[in-house]
């Protein structure tokens, strides 16, 4: 199996998952979970709540925007970022010496993207971190196996951000988190000490012009920051917080994608009249993308290692 079980524990009783056969995984308590055929696996705990995650139709708006590269700059800043953040742990051999830096090579890392949607953030820190071992989690069944097609030899999981993670305790060196739940405390636990947690969200002024037509709902004022307070007392420190903006032109179509693609579709597919059409005018126009990309360290103190 492609499944990679270091990276798991158990949604029932938090006891690691091991390969107990090909298709099955288990832990020493007896829980078994089966391998679903697209290699990934459904780690949900009890009476998990019916919220889906993103839906089909949002998923491929998602992918359509990704590919035409109107985020690229966003997945540049992450994929820096860890290049200048992550450390690789020591290994075995070492004598307690310092963490290296991700220079080159980034064989051994261990990198987990928390609300993977189609793996776009993900697929572009494996394709420049090569040989590290991936995770990609999202409680959409279909946004899994979209991202599993998207990051090669990557294990993926469906799961509930809201829940404890059946993810085994200080795991991963990196952590991304891009547009999706967070759930600090349960981050805190999964990252090691010294590893590092990316958090991106919208500012502001991210989509200004499409707020104007009604299209997509308000940005609260400084996101950045209450997304720190509540990362810093779950015991991550901050490193960096770096603002990427830049102006998008776009045609109706492109529009479209950017409003279904996020948390206004539910709004707009229950919509009774057409002001939050993103599309109201054929004509191009430019349109804001503004985000933050924070970086944490998670501090020894912190969650369990
Ligand atoms: C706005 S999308 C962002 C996806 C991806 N990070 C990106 O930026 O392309 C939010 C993602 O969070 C997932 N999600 C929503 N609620 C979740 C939950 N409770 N547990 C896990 N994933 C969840 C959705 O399925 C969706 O893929």
Redesign the pocket.
């Known amino acids: 199996m492609s499944i990679d079980s270091t990276w798991l524990r158990c949604p029932n009783c938090f006891h690691d998952l091991e390969a107990i056969t090909e298709r099955v995984l288990g832990c020493d308590s007896g829980h078994r979970f089966d391998v679903a055929k697209h290699e990934i696996v459904t780690l949900l705990p009890p009476r998990a709540p019916r919220?889906v995650?993103?839906d089909r139709a949002m998923?491929d708006a998602?992918a359509a925007l990704?590919a035409s590269g109107a985020y690229a700059p966003i997945a540049a800043a992450i994929v820096a970022a860890a290049r200048q953040h992550a450390v690789r742990r020591p290994s075995r051999s070492d004598d307690g010496g310092d963490d290296d830096k991700v220079a080159g090579s980034s064989d051994d890392l261990r990198i987990v993207?928390l609300?993977?949607?189609?793996g776009?953030?993900a697929g572009a820190l494996a394709a420049e971190l090569t040989g590290a071992s991936v995770l990609l989690?999202?409680?959409?069944p279909t946004?899994v196996r979209l991202a599993t097609r998207a990051v090669p030899r990557a294990t993926g999981v469906v799961?509930?951000?809201?829940r404890p993670l059946p993810v085994r305790d200080g795991t991963a060196d990196v952590a991304i988190n891009?547009?999706?739940?967070r759930n600090a405390p349960e981050f805190a636990r999964i990252v090691r000490a010294a590893g590092i947690l990316i958090v991106v969200v919208p500012s502001a002024a991210h989509f200004t012009e499409l707020r104007r037509l009604g299209a997509t709902l308000d940005v609260p004022e400084g996101k950045a920051d209450r997304v720190t307070e509540q990362f810093s007392a779950a015991g991550f420190d901050l490193r960096q917080t770096t603002r990427v903006e830049y102006l998008l032109d776009t045609d109706a179509e492109l529009r479209v994608q950017l409003v279904d693609?996020?948390p206004a579709a539910h709004h707009r597919a229950n919509a009774a009249d057409d002001a939050a059409d993103p599309s109201p005018i054929d004509a191009q126009l430019t349109v804001t993308v503004s985000v933050d990309v924070v970086v944490f360290e998670r501090g020894s103190t912190a969650g369990a290692d």
């Open positions: 919220t995650g993103d998923l998602r990704l993207d609300g993977c949607g189609t776009y953030y989690a999202d409680r959409s946004a799961l509930d951000l809201w891009v547009f999706a739940p693609m996020g």
